[in-house]
T-cell receptor, first 117, second 110 residues
Framework: GAGVSQSPSNKVTEKGKDVELRCDPI?????LYWYRQSLGQGLEFLIY????????KSGLPSDRFSAERTGGSVSTLTIQRTQQEDSAVYLC???????????????FGEGSWLTVV | KQEVTQIPAALSVPEGENLVLNCSFT??????LQWFRQDPGKGLTSLLL?????REQTSGRLNASLDKSSGRSTLYIAASQPGDSATYLC?????????FGKGTSLLVTP
């Protein structure tokens, strides 16, 4: 597609329920990132996928969070037993080369706005 | 751990003014620094990317500078317009993950 696509754009869920957030990166982009943006906070790195390599999950805040990327393309971020503090915007991004260290532009989706009530 | 700070947190200026947004970071061992724009309810749009070997980048009315040794960057916006109203985020890369500041919320009034 033309850009990074995320769904749903908005999700309201009850505390304790599981949610799945989907990211469709730009076609051909091998690197995919998930970030979280909480109200009044900066963006927080969650997880990084690069091709078929093992993902870097070091930013996931708890074991209730998991993510997978199938076929090197679409990624799903799953939050189990949601808590109110999980309410945030979850942003997905992709880039055409590994990482951003090479001066590689990163493209963000518009985010999935999650509200846990 | 890399800490990125942006000053001011919010800024309101009349249309036509030139303005400067500031970003500082604690670890100078970076690969690059990027400035992003975020409109309400939207994702981030990359404005300028400065590699660690560069001192500045320009795009239209925007100019970003980087002083890696002192851990500082500035984003200069010339002749501001109401359409420039948005949150501006600074992010540094020391690897594949970006470390973001909390942003400067800019309002340009007609």
């Amino acid at each position: 597609g033309a850009g990074v696509s995320q769904s749903p754009s908005n999700k309201v869920t009850e505390k304790g329920k599981d949610v799945e957030l989907r990211c469709d990166p730009i076609s051909g982009h091998t690197a995919l990132y998930w970030y979280r943006q909480s109200l009044g906070q900066g963006l927080e790195f969650l997880i990084y996928f690069q091709g078929n390599s093992a993902p870097d999950k070091s930013g996931l805040p708890s074991d209730r969070f998991s993510a997978e990327r199938t076929g090197g393309s679409v990624s799903t971020l799953t939050i189990q037993r949601t808590q109110q503090e999980d309410s945030a915007v979850y942003l997905c991004a992709s880039s055409s080369q590994p990482g951003t260290g090479a001066g590689n532009t990163i493209y963000f989706g518009e985010g999935s706005w999650l509200t846990v009530v | 751990k890399q800490e990125v700070t942006q000053i001011p947190a919010a800024l309101s200026v009349p249309e036509g003014e030139n303005l400067v947004l500031n970003c500082s970071f604690t670890d100078s061992a970076i690969y690059n620094l990027q400035w992003f724009r975020q409109d309400p309810g939207k994702g981030l749009t990359s404005l300028l990317l400065i590699q660690s070997s560069q001192r500045e980048q320009t795009s239209g009315r925007l100019n970003a500078s980087l002083d890696k040794s002192s851990g500082r960057s500035t984003l200069y916006i010339a002749a501001s317009q109401p359409g420039d109203s948005a949150t501006y985020l600074c992010a540094v890369s020391s690897g594949y993950a970006l470390n973001f500041g909390k942003g400067t919320s800019l309002l340009v009034t007609p």
